[in-house]
């Protein structure tokens, strides 16, 4: 069966989102380990980390994620920024090894202008930096891809793999596929033969075995886009069918596939996200959408 989640909230404190994941029936939990919006940070309590950890082994949670804060840019030529990132990065690993949380997702960075050669090599520098600091922390960088809006790296696989191949050490770095940003970045999977092709050029540029987790989100822009705007499950231009495809997939039976749709605080959506992609499980026929594919060859390239 796949592994299901959500986002959760941690106001209140980190184990909160644990206990609003398993009121929902959440498999999977994806969590901030601070305020996602500030740089700086409280230190996380021995009360908090023990609350956090005892409340995880309570609900039987093989599978929490951490992401990244949002004011992170390991791609920034400002160099001030630029350290500024590294250190918020390596505190969050290290809040993430306190918590006991082994995957860490992150969005690359952008390049604010230098170019795409001079960013990505901004980012791998950046990283092997984090790394070799946090060594022995046993936390993995899940690198996200992007939807590619403005200066934003990380779109397409050959960046993620360019970074994968240039940050080291490479045991520690992985990906993060959203589908949403996929979507909006050109990629075209909403068909059996695309969904296919997707995942021969994932596998040859970056290799399954580096895909450490999954952000199901139907993207509200159109096919090829450039922007980042996730909306609810079959509600937007992806349609319900390459989410069939995703939950009858074997090859991604031990991947964490966690939500980011709009909700609220009861997280009714979240039920309902979650419902339909169960719902999903084990239907066989492909589910026909009005809206013919565009912005993509058949092969499934990027437009």
Same mark, same amino acid.
């Given at each position: 069966m796949?592994?299901?989640?959500? #986002? ?6 980190? $184990?909160? &989102? ?13 969590? *901030?380990?601070?305020n ?14 023990e609350? *956090? ?6 609900? !039987? ?7 990244? +804060? ?12 630029? /350290? ?25 960075? &952008? #390049? ?8 990505? /090599? ?13 060594? !022995? ?6 690198? @996200? ?11 397409? *696989?050959d /960046? ?5 191949d $240039?940050?080291?050490?490479?045991e ?5 596929l ?17 969904? @296919?092709?997707?995942? /021969? ?13 999954? #952000?199901?989100?139907? +993207?509200?822009?159109?096919?090829? +886009? $450039?922007?980042d705007? #996730?909306? $609810?499950?079959? @509600?937007? &231009?992806?349609?319900?069918?390459? *989410? ?37 499980i084990g ?11 565009? !912005? &993509? ?7």
């Amino acid at each position: 069966m796949p592994i299901l989640g959500a #986002h959760m909230s941690i106001a209140g404190g980190a $184990h909160q &989102a644990l206990l609003r994941g398993k009121s929902i029936c959440c498999d999977a939990i994806q969590m *901030f380990t601070r305020n996602a919006n500030r740089w700086a940070a409280k230190p996380l309590a021995d009360e908090d980390i023990e609350r *956090f950890r005892t409340t995880r082994e309570e609900l !039987g949670y093989e599978h929490v994620v951490a992401h990244a +804060s949002y004011l992170i840019n390991l791609g920034s030529p400002d160099d001030d920024l630029w /350290q500024r990132s590294q250190n918020a990065l390596m505190e969050e690993l290290e809040r993430c090894r306190l918590l006991g949380i082994d995957r860490y997702i992150l969005h690359p960075g &952008a #390049h604010v202008g230098t170019g795409e050669e001079a960013g990505l /090599q901004r980012i791998a520098d950046g990283l092997t930096a984090v790394l070799a600091v946090t060594e !022995g922390s046993g936390v993995r960088i899940l690198l @996200e891809n992007t939807a590619g809006q403005g200066t934003v790296l990380g779109s397409s *696989f050959d /960046q993620l793999a360019w970074l994968l191949d $240039h940050a080291t050490p490479a045991e520690r770095l992985g990906v993060c596929l959203d589908t949403a940003h996929a979507a909006a970045a050109g990629y075209e999977f909403r068909e059996a033969a695309t969904y @296919e092709a997707l995942w /021969q050029a994932f596998e040859g540029l970056i290799g399954r075995e580096r895909l450490g987790a999954l #952000h199901l989100n139907d +993207s509200l822009r159109d096919l090829g +886009s $450039h922007v980042d705007r #996730h909306t $609810h499950i079959g @509600e937007g &231009a992806l349609g319900l069918e390459p *989410f069939r495809l995703l939950m009858n997939d074997p090859c991604l039976r031990s991947v964490p596939m966690l939500l980011e749709t709009p909700k609220g605080e009861d997280l009714a959506e979240d039920v309902v996200n979650l419902a339909t992609l169960r719902g999903l499980i084990g239907r066989e026929e492909p589910i026909v959408t009005l809206t013919a594919p565009v !912005g &993509a060859d058949s092969e499934g390239r990027r437009a």
